[in-house]
Nanobody, 121 residues
Framework: QVQLVESGGGLVQPGGSLRLSCAAS????????MGWYRQAPGKQRELVAI???????NYADSVKGRFTISRDNAKNTVYLQMNSLKPADTAVYYC???????????????WGQGTQVTVSS
């Protein structure tokens, strides 16, 4: 079994910063892509940023230049540094990881439980 545990959400004023963390644990052989998604009330879940095991990244246009995704492969952890936050960034943020487990050679997608980010004055 694989678990993803997120932390770092909260309430912040517009223009502020937050750093999200997501640690994967369990029967992990390797992790391919890790990423962050978000879902605002009444909207579909959307990609925020992804990072490959080699460090290549991709961002949603709405967060380019403000958010930075990074990972520590030794700790099976992915981070999202969010700067210059806007009210439009308010959402539940979910961590995702494509994991190869010891029990199977095929990668499986796993999700965290979500962490609330609220940007408001």
């Amino acid at each position: 079994q694989v678990q993803l545990v997120e932390s770092g959400g909260g309430l912040v004023q517009p223009g502020g910063s937050l750093r999200l963390s997501c640690a994967a644990s369990g029967s992990i052989f390797s992790i391919h892509t890790m990423g962050w998604y978000r879902q605002a009330p009444g909207k579909q879940r959307e990609l925020v940023a992804i990072i490959t095991s080699g460090g290549s990244t991709n961002y949603a246009d709405s967060v380019k230049g403000r958010f930075t995704i990074s990972r520590d492969n030794a700790k099976n952890t992915v981070y999202l540094q969010m700067n210059s936050l806007k009210p439009a960034d308010t959402a539940v943020y979910y961590c995702n990881a494509n994991v190869i487990e010891y029990s199977s050679p095929n990668p499986r997608s796993h999700w965290g439980q979500g962490t609330q980010v609220t940007v408001s004055s």
